[in-house]
């Protein structure tokens, strides 16, 4: 956990043709981050922050889509000193809200949690295992994750812990190059009735490339490329019955972010 900032994201995807070829998805992406809150205490660090997603979707069996998310982030950090090794712990727990404009709210509500717990070997080096949950219209799901934090040197820092993984060398005083790769999508309730779709769920992975520059302390500027892969779309009616199913062939993407450090 870093000093605070704000960001907006801006993601655009190539067609994401289904597998049978029957349909595709058009997929664009904005979503800004702001911190709200931000407390340390020795070791212990508690943040809030919020988030806000628009994403518009469109394909010829759902029509187009203007899809919402809002979420608050709670974030608890135990992280020793920078000379000193021990154990490292952070849990964040995510409410938030998922739909298309004009659904119901409460029919809305989503669940997001996160926790690892690691140890610190040295101040570049450092293992953790952890969980990703997630709640959401009576679906819950948990997967572990395992991995490490490497600084192998002052300009080169490794994460890899999936499903997230992020490689970046500083390569110049202003510019940073990087590769990750991440889970991406969401579940949006829809303003359906009847036995039309209500519910969507989609999931992929990304993986990127590419480059930041430090305009000033406080501003940067990335820019970066890759593909969608593994993708799976499935629709659902309010009786949670599969009105479609199907895998989405891969398909590049870009993107550029603005951050903000305070």
């Known amino acids: 956990m870093g000093k605070p900032s704000t960001s907006y994201d801006f993601t655009v995807s190539d067609t994401l043709d289904f597998e049978d070829g029957s349909d595709g998805l ?16 020795g070791d212990m660090r508690f943040s809030i922050s919020s988030r806000y997603d628009f994403t ?7 029509g187009s889509r203007d899809l919402h998310e809002v979420n608050l982030s709670f974030q608890l ?5 920078e000379v ?13 809200i998922a739909l298309e404009s004009g659904a119901d709210i409460g029919d809305a509500y989503e669940t997001t949690a996160i926790g690892v717990i690691g140890y610190k070997f040295s101040e570049s080096f450092a293992t953790a295992v952890g969980f990703y949950a997630n709640y959401a219209y009576d679906d819950f799901v948990i997967y572990p994750a395992v991995g490490v934090i490497w600084r192998p040197s002052p300009n080169t820092y490794m994460q890899i812990t999936p499903p997230l993984v992020n490689i970046a060398w500083k ?27 209500a519910e969507i769920d989609l999931s992929l992975f990304r993986t990127s490339a590419g480059i930041e520059y430090t305009v000033t302390d406080n501003l940067r500027i990335s820019l970066r490329g890759g593909i969608n892969f593994l993708g799976e779309l499935e629709v659902r009616d309010r009786q949670h019955r599969v009105l479609e199913d199907d895998d989405l062939d891969i398909a590049p993407f870009g993107a550029a972010t603005v951050t903000w450090v305070f």
């Open 171 to 197: 390569v110049a005083p202003k510019w940073t190059v990087f590769v990750n790769a991440y889970p991406a999508g969401n579940k949006w309730r829809l303003d359906e009735d009847g036995e039309g779709p």
């Open 26 to 41: 058009d997929l664009t992406t904005l979503r800004a981050r702001i911190p709200l809150f931000g407390k340390k205490i």
């Open 77 to 81: 950090a135990s992280i020793p000193e």
């Open 84 to 96: 000193e090794p021990g154990l490292i712990g952070f849990i964040r727990v995510q409410p938030g």
């Open 56 to 62: 518009s979707l469109d394909s010829d069996f759902l």
